[in-house]
């Protein structure tokens, strides 16, 4: 994986975020960040950052349904193909643990789904909040269950 060359902390409506990018794309995103707002590195990954924040605050207005700045997955084979499931999952919309498992062709494996979103570097980048649990529970979140309710409510009122 590309280590990152640029960091943007920023205050958002969930709290702070830090976006961390290499020259080719964002490689962290982090929900509750700690520390201060600020911005260390320079180049294409600042660049990289800098559009990711702006693309992130637009999407939390809810005027962004589709995010365009590049991401740099790295994570096993099964994890790169979930979170490449998770990216299919149209905004506003939701998918069970074990509806992505049975997509995997792997019906036993929503526990190993859960896991891999629990590991997705990137989240709301890679909208691993539009998971849920098959029971209509909300399923865990990197953020918690709040900001999960919060960004599921976000899309249900603006996917129209």
Known sequence: MPRHAATVCFSSPLGLLEVECADTGVTRLRLGARGKAREVGDGDAMECARKARGEILAYLEGGLKRFTVPVVLAGTPFQRTVWAKLLAI????TRTYGEIAAELGKPRAARAVGMACGANPVPILVPCH?????NGGLGGFGGGARMKHDLLELERTRAT
């Open 90 to 93: 149209p905004y506003g919309k």
């Open 130 to 134: 539009r998971i849920v649990a098959g």
